[in-house]
């Protein structure tokens, strides 16, 4: 799972789907916080259940390990908030994440690429680049991403990179021994492809197969949290969108 980005209705609800599928273990790709109304929640419950997660560009800046000169006046506003509001053991918790994490031999987790928290990979091109960090770093040939809350695929074989976005759908990729990938699962708390829904996906080490999952949950409670706060708006807006 990514970018829960401390929507705590989106977060349950995915918790309660992944636990009627027998899965191993979660891990999240970073930003737990920013935007939205919950962030100890949020960030308790990934305590609670030791998810493994690696940090984003909202959870440095809410923790206090850079300042959010760069982030819109709306996103940085929501910061603030946040910074406010963490509990210190939360805030020190976000300061011992990793940029990068192994999960044993079988895939890589990041937030935004693999040289930073704060880039994208959003082109085939900007895809290429980091397949290319990771022939550099040798190991596994399977990435998981998020950041740009887009879900979707980019694979390289030779050196040809495809690239496929999967907006609001709900599908199965088999992934090939020969290829490499890097795979966006697409945002918990704040979808941006237009469904409104939470996404999240299960990764089957043994069918070699990547199912993207959409959850409905309690979009007006959390929306409503957002506007109690005061919060802007437009953060209550894009979710009732989904942008
Ligand atoms: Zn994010």
């Known amino acids: 799972m990514s970018d829960i980005h401390s929507n705590l209705e989106a977060l349950t609800a995915v918790l309660s789907d992944i636990d009627e599928q027998s899965v191993d273990e979660i891990v999240c790709l970073g930003d737990i916080v920013g935007y939205n109304a919950d962030p100890n929640e949020s960030i308790t419950l990934i305590r ?57 031999d079988d895939f890589l987790i990041i937030h935004g690429s693999l040289d ?4 994208y990979i959003y082109t085939e091109e900007t895809a290429a680049w980091n397949f290319g960090l990771m022939n550099k ?51 918990v708390g704040q979808p941006r ?9 299960i990764y089957d080490t043994d069918k070699a197969t990547v199912s993207f999952k959409r959850v409905s949950y309690d979009l007006n409670e959390a929306v409503e949290k957002v506007s109690k706060a005061g919060l802007p708006a437009s953060l209550a807006r894009r979710l009732k969108e989904g942008w």
């Open 116 to 119: 930073s928290y704060d880039e």
């Open 193 to 201: 492809d237009g469904d409104t829904r939470a996404a999240y996906i």
């Open 137 to 187: 770093r040798g190991g596994s040939k399977l990435c998981f991403f998020g950041h740009t809350h887009m879900p979707g695929v980019y694979a390289v074989n030779g050196d040809i990179v495809v690239g496929v976005r999967g907006e609001g759908k709900e599908y199965d990729l088999n992934l090939r021994a020969l290829s490499m990938y890097l795979i966006n699962p697409g945002s």
């Open 48 to 104: 609670e259940r030791n998810i493994k997660t690696v940090i984003g560009n909202h959870d440095s800046r809410a923790a206090g390990l850079q300042e959010p000169a760069n982030f819109n006046a709306k996103a940085r506003e929501a910061i603030l908030w946040t910074r406010n509001k963490l509990s210190f053991e939360n805030k020190n918790f976000l300061r011992t994440l990793p940029l990068t994490l192994d999960i044993g």
